[in-house]
């Protein structure tokens, strides 16, 4: 053991020697090449889902020799049939009506652009009804987004613990659910749109109606 010890003892004083920044000399910028943006990736290249569901579209940006691109944002979503499939500007897919769309991803860097696209295939109908859950152990809605067809009800659970539903100002929202415990409490939307909520209880419990 002592022979380690002092061995770890002299490198922690290397480390502080030469870390210390007092006064010594500086290291020089190390120039990596930036990543030319060169072709995007998505996670599947074609999607199936039922109407009413949502799932998320993993995009990565490549250079020329295949290698991710970190910390990318900024990519643009279009769908071909919007009554088939919608985007959201994170990458959700959200499944509307049956049919098929062709969503295509988007990515302009440094003046390069570079697009992947996708086949969606949806079957079904969307929902009249949905169940949110408001958690009883923690600060979340389940699921945080339902898609659902017009004049759809919603109904939000809620358990012991105290939550409520404040819908953000919209035209068609329904009426705010004040908060409530072991309770189950409906709204109608009688609206298409995005009707959003939060709990005004607990910062960041937020959740979507999507109505169409
Ligand atoms: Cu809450």
Do not use: W
Not at 15 to 34: E, F, H, Y
């Amino acid at each position: 053991m002592k022979p380690t010890h002092v061995i770890l003892g002299c490198s922690l004083l290397l480390l502080s020697a030469c870390g210390g920044g007092g006064g010594g000399t500086t290291t020089p910028p190390v120039n990596i090449p930036a990543q030319v943006l060169a072709s995007i990736r998505l996670g599947a290249t074609t999607i199936a889902l039922s109407a009413g569901s949502v799932q998320v579209l993993t995009v990565e940006a490549l250079d020329a020799s295949g290698r991710v691109i970190p910390n990318v944002t900024g990519y643009s979503f279009a769908s071909s049939a919007t009554n088939v499939a919608e985007l959201q500007s994170g990458g959700g897919v959200l499944g509307i009506s049956a049919g098929s769309a062709v969503v295509t991803v988007s990515l302009t860097r440094d003046g390069v652009t570079a697009t992947g696209s996708a086949t969606v295939t949806v079957t079904g109908s969307l929902p009249v009804a949905a169940t949110v859950t408001a958690g009883n152990a923690d600060q979340t809605f389940t699921p945080p987004t339902v898609i659902v067809a017009r004049n759809a009800s919603v109904t939000f659970d809620f358990g012991a613990l105290q939550h409520n539903v404040t819908f953000r100002v919209a035209s068609g929202a329904p009426a705010s659910v004040p908060s409530s415990t072991n309770a189950s409490i409906a709204r109608s939307f009688p609206s298409a749109g995005d009707f959003r909520y939060d709990c005004s209880l607990h910062a960041g419990m937020t959740g979507a109606v999507i109505v169409r």
